[in-house]
């Protein structure tokens, strides 16, 4: 069984940055892909950005290339979501998730931080 708990949201202006942690319990957290996922309000939820058990290899959506980073720390068993110039349309709650039986289905879910982005 893996938790996991997502900080570092909040409300920052457009421009902006904020780094997402996601930390996770387990010992075989280093064996999964890790993703981020967020849903905005009245939206479906979306993939975001993962990362492979090593770190070796990330996806990102279209509309974040370039401007978010995703990363892991199989020490810290934490998974993080670098997000610079921020848009307005980034404004959602952001869940971590790790072991993907499909590309959009994860085994194991976080409860959310929301991230809000000022116009």
């Known amino acids: 069984q893996v938790q996991l708990v997502e900080s570092g949201g909040g409300l920052v202006q457009a421009g902006g940055s904020l780094r997402l942690s996601c930390a996770a319990s387990?010992?075989?957290?280093?064996?999964?892909?890790m993703a981020w996922f967020r849903q905005a309000p009245g939206k479906e939820r979306e993939f975001v950005a993962s990362i492979s058990w090593s770190g070796g290899n990330t996806y990102y959506t279209d509309s974040v290339k370039g401007r978010f980073t995703i990363s892991r720390d199989n020490a810290k068993n934490t998974v993080y979501l670098q997000m610079n110039s921020l848009k307005p349309d980034d404004t959602a709650v952001y869940y971590c998730?790790?072991?993907?039986?499909?590309?959009?289905?994860?085994?194991?879910w976080g409860q959310g931080t929301q991230v809000t982005v000022s116009s």
């Open positions: 998730a790790a072991d993907p039986k499909t590309p959009s289905v994860y085994r194991y």
């Open positions: 387990g010992r075989t957290f280093s064996r999964y892909t």
